[in-house]
């Protein structure tokens, strides 16, 4: 067996059960995501007015926005608020991986440490990511041994246990808060009225990034915007529980610099958190899928990666379907939204699991169709024909 077939079949054995286990125990889960996906089709049908009532309630709460229109202009922006020199600490972020901020900014002398684990582990071993929640599923607790051995130095190997390994990385990361400068992350969403960016996750990381160092800086898809608070923490109890995280260890929500109104009860900012608050939101292809009838579904997407599960080709080709950080089935839609690479979605087979098990029900097989379509069309328009 290759160490992919391990991995994947760990990942599964671990994985599946503790999902359904989830939405029998919870079953209110189940109709947010269906409320979710009547909520996700509002925002993408009418996205120009979101994203402006997004960027108006950022700027009340004290915070800076920004809309970068592409990748190239995400980093721009980015580069300005940082500067050089600077000592970064970054909770796994896709649209982050999407735009590359940790070459961006290590090209301005700047030290960007990945404080999820898996994300830390990609970081480490200059791979990959393999899973859009979990990058290094690819990696065995063997592998993770012998990495964390040779690059660190730390005192374990391939017969380790799994909480060895992770109390080492703990270990290592918990020194890096302390002198960070700046502290990056994505959103798992982002709400209109109020400019809240709602955080999942259960390591702990993200609740320090997002509080500890002066500035905080957010990086998001307009993909993310729902139009309540409410709707954004009901989507991360949605993309916890099918991530066979539920009930998630923490929920962060950040809205604009902390501030405090202990005295006389006037609001002021900064308090004891970050004293700046920016968002970058991202649009990078997202606008005009949400204008194409048949793309519009992908962006109904809450990345909870249940449907690589469901895949018989993600469980074969793993992080070689798709271009990083999108891999797998939802990773071949994004992967046409935001690089324009239309032949990635060939490879679906349609077998429709993912479908079935995807909460906001997108109908994964048939916006690949349409991609397929859209493969031919550029072929037929590449064909040159020679007087
Ligand atoms: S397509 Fe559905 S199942 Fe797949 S990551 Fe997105 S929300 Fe989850």
Same mark, same amino acid.
């Given at each position: 067996?290759?160490?992919?077939?391990?991995?994947?079949?760990?990942?599964?054995?671990?994985?599946?059960?503790?999902?359904?286990?989830?939405?029998?125990? +919870?079953?209110?889960?189940?109709?947010?995501?269906?409320?979710?996906?009547?909520?996700?089709?509002?925002?993408?049908?009418?996205?120009?007015?979101?994203?402006?009532?997004?960027?108006?309630?950022?700027?009340?709460?004290?915070?800076?926005?920004?809309?970068?229109?592409?990748?190239?202009?995400?980093?721009?922006?980015?580069?300005?608020?940082?500067?050089?020199?600077?000592?970064?600490?970054?909770?796994?972020?896709?649209?982050?991986?999407?735009?590359?901020?940790?070459?961006?900014?290590?090209?301005?002398?700047?030290?960007?440490?990945?404080?999820? *684990?898996?994300? +830390?582990?990609?970081?480490?071993?200059?791979?990959?990511?393999?899973?859009?929640?979990?990058?290094?599923?690819?990696?065995?607790?063997?592998?993770?041994?012998?990495? *964390?051995?040779?690059?660190?130095?730390?005192?374990?190997?391939?017969?380790?246990?799994?909480?060895?390994?992770?109390?080492?990385?703990?270990?290592?990361?918990?020194?890096?808060?302390?002198?960070?400068?700046?502290?990056?992350?994505?959103?798992?969403?982002?709400?209109?009225?109020?400019?809240?960016?709602?955080?999942?996750?259960?390591?702990?990381?993200?609740?320090?990034?997002?509080?500890?160092?002066?500035?905080?800086?957010?990086?998001?898809?307009?993909?993310?915007?729902?139009?309540?608070?409410?709707?954004? *923490?009901?989507?991360?109890?949605?993309?916890?529980?099918?991530?066979?995280?539920?009930?998630?260890?923490?929920?962060?929500?950040?809205?604009?610099?902390?501030?405090?109104?202990?005295?006389?009860?006037?609001?002021?900012?900064?308090?004891?958190?970050?004293?700046?608050?920016?968002?970058?939101?991202?649009?990078?292809?997202?606008?005009?899928?949400?204008?194409?009838?048949?793309?519009?579904?992908?962006? *109904?997407?809450?990345?909870?990666?249940? %449907?690589?599960?469901? %895949?018989?080709?993600?469980?074969?080709?793993?992080?070689?379907?798709?271009?990083?950080? +999108?891999?797998?089935?939802?990773?071949?839609?994004?992967?046409?939204?935001?690089?324009?690479?239309?032949?990635?979605?060939? +490879?679906?087979?349609?077998?429709?699991?993912?479908?079935?098990?995807?909460?906001?029900?997108?109908?994964?097989?048939?916006?690949?169709?349409?991609?397929?379509?859209?493969?031919?069309?550029?072929?037929?328009?590449?064909?040159?024909?020679?007087?």
């Amino acid at each position: 067996m290759s160490d992919w077939q391990i991995a994947i079949e760990r990942a599964l054995e671990n994985n599946i059960p503790k999902v359904e286990e989830i939405l029998n125990q +919870y079953p209110y889960l189940k109709d947010y995501g269906v409320q979710l996906r009547q909520t996700k089709e509002e925002v993408v049908n009418n996205l120009e007015k979101y994203v402006k009532q997004t960027m108006e309630s950022v700027k009340r709460t004290g915070g800076k926005v920004y809309l970068a229109k592409d990748a190239e202009e995400a980093r721009e922006i980015l580069k300005d608020i940082v500067g050089s020199n600077k000592k970064i600490v970054m909770a796994k972020t896709n649209v982050g991986h999407e735009i590359n901020v940790t070459e961006t900014l290590e090209a301005k002398n700047n030290q960007v440490f990945e404080t999820d *684990l898996g994300a +830390y582990l990609i970081q480490l071993s200059h791979g990959e990511s393999s899973h859009i929640v979990f990058p290094s599923l690819h990696l065995t607790r063997e592998n993770i041994g012998e990495l *964390l051995h040779d690059k660190l130095n730390m005192p374990v190997n391939r017969n380790s246990t799994i909480e060895e390994l992770v109390a080492q990385v703990r270990q290592f990361l918990r020194q890096r808060y302390m002198e960070a400068d700046i502290g990056i992350t994505g959103a798992n969403s982002i709400s209109a009225d109020s400019g809240s960016v709602a955080l999942v996750e259960n390591e702990g990381n993200i609740r320090i990034d997002t509080v500890f160092p002066p500035v905080h800086i957010v990086i998001t898809g307009i993909d993310k915007i729902v139009p309540t608070l409410d709707d954004a *923490l009901k989507e991360v109890m949605v993309q916890s529980a099918y991530a066979g995280l539920y009930p998630p260890t923490y929920i962060n929500v950040s809205s604009g610099p902390s501030s405090t109104a202990d005295i006389e009860l006037k609001r002021v900012s900064p308090a004891t958190g970050p004293k700046e608050f920016h968002v970058i939101l991202l649009d990078n292809g997202r606008m005009e899928a949400s204008k194409d009838p048949d793309m519009k579904e992908a962006l *109904l997407c809450i990345k909870c990666g249940r %449907c690589y599960f469901s %895949c018989p080709v993600y469980r074969v080709k793993g992080s070689s379907w798709g271009q990083p950080p +999108y891999g797998g089935p939802t990773g071949a839609m994004w992967t046409a939204i935001v690089n324009k690479d239309y032949e990635t979605a060939n +490879y679906c087979t349609h077998s429709g699991g993912c479908r079935e098990v995807c909460p906001v029900q997108i109908n994964i097989p048939k916006v690949l169709e349409h991609i397929k379509w859209l493969f031919i069309d550029e072929g037929q328009n590449n064909l040159s024909v020679t007087p």
